[in-house]
C-alpha cells in the first residue's frame, strides 16, 4: 500500500524557519520524481519545488532563494527546508510522487499545516 506521510508543519512567526518531511513506502521511493505542494484557503493548489530521481531540483519563483529541497533515498524522505518564512506562506503542504512508467499513478500525502503568523 502506497503511503506519503508528511510532518514538520506548525506555527511560525515571520522570519523563521521549519523543516518539513515526507516519509514514503509502498513503492520504490529513488525511482520516483518527488515534490512539494501547498493550498491555501480559497485557492488552488500549487507547486512549490520539485526533485527527480537524479537530484535536480526545480521551484516556484516565490520561494526562490528561501525554500530547498533535498531527498535521501536510503531513508525513503523529501524535506523541505522553508526559511525566511512569510504570512503568505500559510497554506497545507502536500507530498506528491509520479510514477512515470504504466502503469502512470500519482500519489499524494494527507498534508501537514503551516502558519505564519505573529
Known amino acids: 500500500q502506497v503511503q506519503l506521510v508528511e510532518s514538520g508543519g506548525g506555527l511560525v512567526q515571520p522570519g523563521g524557519s521549519l523543516r518539513l518531511s515526507c516519509v514514503a513506502s509502498g513503492f520504490t521511493f529513488s525511482m520516483h520524481p518527488m515534490s512539494w505542494y501547498r493550498q491555501a484557503p480559497g485557492k488552488e493548489r500549487e507547486l512549490v519545488a520539485g526533485i527527480s530521481t537524479g537530484g535536480s531540483t526545480d521551484y516556484a519563483d516565490s520561494v526562490k532563494g528561501r525554500f530547498t529541497i533535498s531527498r535521501d533515498n536510503a531513508k525513503n524522505t523529501v524535506y523541505l527546508q522553508m526559511n525566511s518564512l512569510k504570512p503568505e506562506d500559510t497554506a497545507v503542504y502536500y507530498c506528491?510522487?509520479?510514477?512515470?512508467?504504466?502503469?502512470?499513478?500519482?500519489?499524494w500525502g494527507r498534508g501537514t499545516q503551516v502558519t505564519v503568523s505573529s
Open positions: 506528491k510522487a509520479v510514477r512515470q512508467w504504466v502503469p502512470y499513478a500519482t500519489y
